[in-house]
C-alpha cells in the first residue's frame, strides 16, 4: 500500500539525485511512496513500473530496470536478496528523511549492506543488478573468512562462480564495477555479452553484436554527437529489436536510416521492417498514365470512322 511521505527542498537541489536522469528522480521519488516503513521495497522492474508509471506506457519495465540500476550506482538505493532468495531494495537515506511515528512490523528482509552493521558497503546488485540465484548461495570459502578485508572481497564476489578462485580475488580486491544489464530477462549475468573476460566461455564474434556497440557506431557516424537523451531512447529501441531476434545488419540498415533522414528514434522499428520488408511492385499495379498524341494515320488509326 502506498504512503503518504515527505520530500525536503533540499532533494531538489540534491548532487546524488542530479547525477541520474529525470525519469529515474521520478523513479526515487515514487519508491519512496511504495517502500515499507524501513525503506525497503521488492526489486521487480515490472511491477514498480505498474505502480508509478502505469499512465506512461512509454516507460516499461526495461526503461524502469535503467532508473534502478542508475539509482544503485550513485547509491541512493542499495540491492540485495534476502535469505529468502528474493530481490529487494532499500533506500539508503530513508531513516534519515522520513520520521514514521508508528511503523509497522518488519515486511522485508534486512538489507545486509546497511542494517546488518557491516557499515555501507557497495553492494553486488548495485554494480550491475545481478540477478536471483546469485548471492547467499556460495559458501565462503575458510580462508576468505578470516579477515575482515578478505571476509569483504568475498561478499562482492558473491555468485561469480563463473570465474577461478584468483580472478575472484582480484576482482573483489580491486572492487571493479560489473558491466551495465541489458534487461531484466536474460537470466544471471555474470559479465557483459561480448566481454574478453570469458575466456573458454566467451561467446561467438556472431553473438557480441550489443545496443551499446549500435548507438556508438551511429554516435560516431554523425556530423556531432547527439544529445544524451536521443542516443539513450536510441539504445532502448535497440535493445528491444534485438531481443526480438531480429538479425543486427537489419537493425544497422534501420539505424542507418534514421541518421541519414534525421527522423526520430520512435521511428526506428519501422525503418528496420521496411530494411527487412522493402516494398515491391505488384504484377497487377495500375500503369502510369502516358500522355495523348494525335496518330500520324488518322484514317488507319480509327478505321474510316472519322
Given at each position: 500500500?502506498?504512503?503518504?511521505?515527505?520530500?525536503?527542498?533540499?532533494?531538489?537541489?540534491?548532487?546524488?539525485?542530479?547525477?541520474?536522469?529525470?525519469?529515474?528522480?521520478?523513479?526515487?521519488?515514487?519508491?519512496?511512496?511504495?517502500?515499507?516503513?524501513?525503506?525497503?521495497?521488492?526489486?521487480?522492474?515490472?511491477?514498480?513500473?505498474?505502480?508509478?508509471?502505469?499512465?506512461?506506457?512509454?516507460?516499461?519495465?526495461?526503461?524502469?530496470?535503467?532508473?534502478?540500476?542508475?539509482?544503485?550506482?550513485?547509491?541512493?538505493?542499495?540491492?540485495?536478496?534476502?535469505?529468502?532468495?528474493?530481490?529487494?531494495?532499500?533506500?539508503?537515506?530513508?531513516?534519515?528523511?522520513?520520521?514514521?511515528?508508528?511503523?509497522?512490523?518488519?515486511?522485508?528482509?534486512?538489507?545486509?549492506?546497511?542494517?546488518?552493521?557491516?557499515?555501507?558497503?557497495?553492494?553486488?546488485?548495485?554494480?550491475?543488478?545481478?540477478?536471483?540465484?546469485?548471492?547467499?548461495?556460495?559458501?565462503?570459502?575458510?580462508?576468505?573468512?578470516?579477515?575482515?578485508?578478505?571476509?569483504?572481497?568475498?561478499?562482492?564476489?558473491?555468485?561469480?562462480?563463473?570465474?577461478?578462485?584468483?580472478?575472484?580475488?582480484?576482482?573483489?580486491?580491486?572492487?571493479e564495477p560489473t558491466p551495465s544489464p541489458h534487461g531484466p530477462d536474460l537470466g544471471p549475468r555474470i559479465m557483459d555479452l561480448g566481454s574478453p573476460l570469458g575466456g573458454a566461455s566467451a561467446p561467438t564474434p556472431s553473438q557480441t553484436v550489443t545496443a551499446q556497440q549500435m548507438v556508438g557506431e551511429y554516435a560516431a557516424a554523425c556530423g556531432k554527437r547527439p544529445p544524451e537523451s536521443v542516443l539513450g531512447h536510441v539504445g532502448r529501441e535497440i535493445k528491444k529489436l534485438l531481443r526480438e531476434g531480429i538479425d543486427p545488419e537489419h537493425v544497422r540498415a534501420g539505424v542507418e536510416r534514421m541518421r541519414v533522414k534525421s527522423l526520430h528514434p520512435s521511428l526506428l522499428p519501422s525503418l528496420v521492417n521496411e530494411a527487412m520488408n522493402p516494398p515491391q511492385a505488384t504484377a497487377g499495379a495500375r500503369r502510369a498514365p502516358q500522355p495523348y498524341t494525335n496518330p500520324v494515320d488518322a484514317e488507319a488509326a480509327y478505321g474510316g470512322q472519322l
Open positions: 500500500m502506498a504512503r503518504i511521505r515527505t520530500i525536503k527542498p533540499e532533494a531538489f537541489s540534491s548532487e546524488s539525485l542530479a547525477a541520474v536522469s529525470i525519469t529515474a528522480e521520478r523513479t526515487f521519488f515514487g519508491l519512496l511512496t511504495q517502500a515499507d516503513d524501513h525503506g525497503r521495497f521488492r526489486d521487480q522492474s515490472a511491477v514498480i513500473a505498474g505502480l508509478l508509471w502505469s499512465l506512461r506506457p512509454e516507460h516499461g519495465p526495461i526503461e524502469v530496470e535503467d532508473d534502478l540500476t542508475q539509482l544503485a550506482g550513485n547509491e541512493l538505493i542499495c540491492r540485495y536478496e534476502g535469505e529468502d532468495g528474493k530481490r529487494y531494495l532499500h533506500i539508503v537515506t530513508f531513516s534519515k528523511h522520513q520520521k514514521v511515528n508508528r511503523p509497522s512490523g518488519v515486511r522485508h528482509p534486512n538489507c545486509p549492506y546497511h542494517d546488518g552493521g557491516r557499515g555501507p558497503l557497495t553492494s553486488p546488485l548495485a554494480q550491475g543488478g545481478l540477478r536471483e540465484a546469485s548471492v547467499h548461495h556460495q559458501a565462503p570459502a575458510p580462508e576468505l573468512a578470516r579477515t575482515p578485508h578478505a571476509a569483504s572481497a568475498n561478499l562482492i564476489s558473491a555468485g561469480q562462480n563463473g570465474f577461478t578462485e584468483p580472478s575472484v580475488q582480484r576482482q573483489g580486491e580491486a572492487r
